[in-house]
């Protein structure tokens, strides 16, 4: 993944989010049930490239986001998607967007340092001792 950039959706303008800080929202939890989670969270969004010729990321595309390394994005920032743009993805060829919340701003702000970065996954040998065991590893330049 990579050419990751800030996404300001309209819905940012309206009476249900507040600015925090540059591209960093408070809204409501989408998935927010009394008694379960934070009603409030923080929230950003991005705009990226996915690159089919890497590993994990064959066959992806805003329509089709690939789990690896989509996935690890979520894991390594502690975030989760909270709106997939379903028409702006569907619409696109290259770019996808996404939102992501946390009710924690730090893990927002540690997600927004991917923007002007690439985010990928390379496979580890059996015997790489940097891959942990894993069938991959995650590269972030």
């Not at 920032?77 to 696109?92: G, P």
């Not at 060829?93 to 991917?114: K, W």
């Not at 990928?120 to 040998?125: D, F, G, N, S």
């Amino acid at each position: 993944m990579k050419n990751f950039q800030n996404y300001t959706p309209e819905k940012y303008a309206g009476p249900a989010y507040t600015p925090v800080e540059e591209g960093i929202y408070l809204g409501k939890n989408p998935y927010w049930q009394p008694g379960f989670g934070q009603e409030e969270i923080y929230v950003t969004s991005l705009s990226f490239e996915m690159e089919p010729e890497r590993f994990g990321e064959e066959g992806g595309c805003p329509q089709d986001i690939t789990q690896t390394p989509f996935e690890d994005i979520l894991d390594t920032y502690l975030v989760y998607v909270t709106d997939f743009y379903d028409e702006l993805n569907q619409a696109s060829a290259v770019t996808c967007y996404q939102e992501f919340g946390s009710g924690d701003i730090q893990d927002i702000r540690n997600l927004r340092g991917l923007i002007g970065k690439r985010f990928y996954a390379v496979p580890c040998e059996p015997d790489d001792p940097e891959g942990g065991g894993s069938e991959y590893k995650i590269v972030i330049e």
